[in-house]
Nanobody, 119 residues
Framework: VQLVESGGGLVQPGGSLSVSCAAS????????ISWYRQAPGKERELVAR????????NYADSVKGRFTISRDNAKNTVSLQMNSLLLEDTAVYYC?????????????WGQGTQVTVSS
């Protein structure tokens, strides 16, 4: 299983940024994919999740109406469009998939991509 994030960077408050996750090593179209983030000194938190067909999504309250998660099952990619960014959106953003492995479920993570919101 491999998850590779890209697209992070520096943006001013109120700006927009998109991050993407390229996945391989599993049946992408059959599982939900999530974006998490971790700010310095804070626990990792769920930002958004998109289910296998792409027609069902969940968002953290803090990003509802500003962030949009989408997926392309033909390209095995998931994107997170972030608009109206706030200083508190600054974090490392991680792509995540939770897969069944025998009797267990295992979380797989990408290496993360830094998003910095600063004036």
């Amino acid at each position: 299983v491999q998850l590779v994030e890209s697209g992070g960077g520096l943006v001013q408050p109120g700006g927009s940024l998109s991050v993407s996750c390229a996945a391989s090593g599993f049946t992408f179209s059959g599982v939900a994919i999530s974006w998490y983030r971790q700010a310095p000194g804070k626990e990792r938190e769920l930002v958004a999740r998109i289910f296998s067909a792409g027609d069902s999504t969940n968002y953290a309250d803090s990003v509802k109406g500003r962030f949009t998660i989408s997926r392309d099952n033909a390209k095995n990619t998931v994107s997170l469009q972030m608009n109206s960014l706030l200083l508190e959106d600054t974090a490392v953003y991680y792509c995540n998939v939770n897969l069944r492995r025998g009797a267990y479920r295992v979380d797989y993570w990408g290496q993360g991509t830094q998003v910095t919101v600063s004036s």
